[in-house]
């Protein structure tokens, strides 16, 4: 019961979408403790399945793995230099001039990435921007040598393939880039799944590591399985749970399982008869999700087993995503700390 992670699988998809970009380096996407499922333990399987370039928000996030991987991972903080982080060992992405030169001001010998707005206006330097700042950049010099470790962009449609901004950025990054000899990226998953044009030097999967959208290959990455507190018979007519919602049409057998709201089952998926697994058979969510309980209509289960599971094979992140209103990233990202984790060990 609890929450499995399946590294093996998180390797195999790393492996797999860097053979859909065989001339750039996979890096991986970690942070959020990589989308939630325990960057302690997923960081190092994606190093030992090839991944050297590593990518966090937050300083913080990159000091906590810092140590678990090898001296030749490089470690990208997204957010830059902002004032007080401790960048010791990680690689600043610098999204403006402001940035760039209080990093070299308080880093002069410290390696750094620029971060280019192709047209995602989130962050990253604009094209006039950049080009005040690009010949003081590209020849800085940092103790590991000379100029940034890393230019990169980031796409906003990249999960619609026909979109037309996924071509007109891609022309933006190539105007910018022109003539840098850094390493360049460009693509995370959905850009990776756009081809090779969209590859450059190197990659940043991020959700088709887990086993999530657009990667529609992934191999699953996560089982959750929910704990029944107590089962009861409902007769017809009766309510179950706040709001009464929902009132037995026949006598029932009800479970309550042990997870709710707080724990990343969002309340949005009430009424939603989104299905529990008891091997190859379901049973559906009855009544509103609860902040700590679901209530589950068993009736038609010969038996009912010490847990239900809400993701599986057969129920992915994006299917109940999809029966939220919301996307997988979130259902990953909200799972909560009281499921008991249990990482399988790459294979």
Known sequence: MGLTIDLAAIAANLKALAA???????????????????????APALYAAGARHFFVALAAEGRAIRPLLGDDASIFVLSGLMPGQDLTGLIPVLNSAEQFFRDRALR???????????????????PAEWAAIRAEALSARTAAGQGPALVMSHLMCADEPGHPANAAQLAAFREMAMGVTAPLSLSATGGILLGADYHFDVTRPGIGLYGGDPFAEARPVVTLALEVIQTRTVAAGEAVGYGCTWT???PSRIATVAAGYADGLLRALSGKSVPLWAGDRSAPIVGRVSMDLIT?????????????EILNARQTVDDLAAKAGTIGYEILTSLGPRYPRDWRAAE
């Open 20 to 42: 859909r970009a065989p001339g750039a380096r996979p890096g991986a996407v970690v942070k959020a403790d990589a989308y939630g499922l325990g960057a302690a333990r997923v």
């Open 296 to 308: 589950v209509d068993v009736t038609d289960l010969p038996d009912v087993p010490a847990a239900l």
């Open 108 to 126: 002069p010998r410290g390696g750094f990435a620029i971060q280019l707005d192709s047209g995602m206006n989130r962050l990253g330097m604009e």
């Open 248 to 250: 037995a049409a026949r």
